[in-house]
């Protein structure tokens, strides 16, 4: 275990099935690259819908709903599906599966080097920071854009996560219900809190040993696209030194189309009419204007 990881919680442990189902929201359009990168990576993505008018309230209650219908110990890898690709040599479902449980086996998130989405445009709590526990690396922060866990313990964290917000929940993203719920049992089981969390604690991949999230504004640039590179099939983070099995660029926009052309040449990430570009760099561009950050030193 890497210094600065939680307790890992002895929940429900793998069944018997060494493969993963993985889940995205979007449509064949939307997540085009993310399916183009599975296909070769020999992982199939089951596509999630929601109303983009009912916010991600929406998409949380699907999720929830998808956990409980689904055998308790069937890993579950759930990723954003416009900005995300998976490494060519991610071993299939299986590799995934395996991935996880070199990482303890329990509800893992991706983690970010910036606070982002916790609570909305131009706000951040500093007492929720100051519960963020120290991280071995850069990487501090919550990131919902993947995540992995067994659906009974990834229903049993979404319950105990929904109660925490329950009638305050009032911003659209579903990473700050997460993250509520992260600072809120971290805090508890650090502080040693005879009142901790029943539900299965979640550990965030500080090392980027299976999600790498390249996010953040020009404080993180440094943590940038370039700072992953193509060998032998997949990437090594320039800065942990690791082989993640994801990549993840928050937003899109000009960094995620430059991603995809450093990839260039493989069909196995190139998507014909996959948006991206001008326009959808523009609209992130705007969505985060005047947006609050607070990055890890």
Known sequence: RRPGRLPSYSGSSPGSSREALVVAFGDAKLCAHLIASAKRAGVAVRLLRYEASAGHRQMVEKLLALFRSLPSEQLVVKLDGSDVVLARDAGGERGLHERWQSLGGGVVFSAEAALFFHLGPN???????????????????????????????????????????????????????????????????????????????????????????????????????????????????????????????????????????????????????????????????????????????
């Not at 105990?160 to 917000?165: C, H, N």
């Not at 030194?241 to 069909?267: E, N, S, Y």
């Open 123 to 297: 706000k951040v709590d500093c007492e929720s920071v100051a519960r963020y526990p120290e991280s071995p690396t850069v990487y501090r922060f919550l990131n919902s854009g993947g995540y992995a866990g067994s659906a009974g313990d990834l229903a049993r964290v979404l319950e105990a996560a929904l109660r925490l917000v329950e009638g305050s929940w009032t911003s659209k993203d579903d990473q700050s219900v997460y993250a509520n719920y992260f600072t809120h049992s971290s805090y508890l089981a650090h502080s040693g809190h005879s009142g901790g969390p029943s539900a299965p604690l979640i550990e965030l991949d500080y090392c980027q040993d299976m999600f790498a999230v390249l996010s953040g504004p020009a404080a993180t640039a440094q943590f940038s696209v370039l700072k992953i590179r193509r060998v032998d099939g997949g990437f090594v983070h320039a800065v942990t030194g690791t082989r993640p099995l994801v990549a993840h660029l928050p937003g899109r926009g000009k960094r995620f189309a430059d991603f995809v052309k450093l990839l260039g040449g493989d069909p196995a990430y190139s998507a014909e009419a996959a948006p991206g570009g001008a326009s959808d760099g523009a609209r992130q561009r705007r969505a985060r204007k005047g947006r609050g950050y607070y990055t890890s030193s």
